[in-house]
Structure formats: structure tokens, C-alpha cells
């Protein structure tokens, strides 16, 4: 069974950074895309970044291209996502997910908080 667990939130000011990690167990990782979602306060989960299990190809939220990168290193079990020129909007719990591809993630971990205050 798969397990994810998420670190790096916090609270940060608008136009800061933050790096958020997951660290995976309970599965060959490197052979498993990997991605982020975030859930706005009284919003649906949305898309934010997905990476293949071969680090080779990644896809992006379109609003977010440019902010936000996702990167993967397998020797740690880890998927990262830098986020930089935070916004209120992108205030959100943020998820680590996984699955066989970047566009099938059906395993998730429990959140880390991101806040960006103005």
C-alpha cells in the first residue's frame, strides 16, 4: 500500500517561495508518475503539476507554468514542487499523489497547508 506524506508548508507573504516534498513508500516509486493537487477553502481539488516516472516529461495547470516546478529524485523517494511569486490565490491544502500515469494519480497523501498572506 502506498504512502505519501507531504512537508514544506508554511505561512509566506505574497511573492515569496515555498518548496513543498513528498516522500513515497509502499511502492517501486521510480516506476510511478508522481503530481501535486491543491484544495482551495470552499473549492474542488484541482490540478497542479505532474511528473512521469521517468522524470522526463511533466505537464502544468496553464495559470501556473512559469511558478511552479515539479521535479523528481528517485534515490530519496521524493517529488518536489518549487513554487515562486506566490499569490493569495494560490493559498491551498496541497496534495501529493500517484499513479501509473501523469494523467491517472489515484493515490494520495494527507496535505500540507500553504498559506500566502497579501
Known amino acids: 500500500q502506498v504512502h505519501l506524506v507531504e512537508s514544506g508548508g508554511g505561512l509566506v507573504q505574497a511573492g515569496g517561495s515555498l518548496r513543498l516534498s513528498c516522500v513515497a513508500s509502499?511502492?517501486?516509486?521510480?516506476?510511478?508518475?508522481m503530481g501535486w493537487f491543491r484544495q482551495a477553502p470552499g473549492q474542488e481539488r484541482e490540478f497542479v503539476a505532474a511528473?512521469?516516472?521517468?522524470?522526463?516529461?511533466?505537464r502544468y495547470k496553464d495559470s501556473l507554468k512559469g511558478r511552479f516546478t515539479i521535479s523528481r529524485a528517485d534515490v530519496k523517494n521524493r517529488v518536489s514542487l518549487q513554487m515562486k511569486n506566490l499569490k493569495p490565490e494560490d493559498t491551498a491544502v496541497y496534495y501529493c499523489?500517484?499513479?501509473?500515469?501523469?494523467?491517472?494519480?489515484?493515490?494520495w497523501g494527507q496535505g500540507t497547508l500553504v498559506t500566502v498572506s497579501s
Open positions: 509502499g511502492r517501486t516509486f521510480s516506476s510511478y508518475a
Open positions: 511528473i512521469n516516472w521517468s522524470g522526463t516529461n511533466t
Open positions: 499523489a500517484t499513479g501509473a500515469t501523469t494523467t491517472s494519480l489515484d493515490a
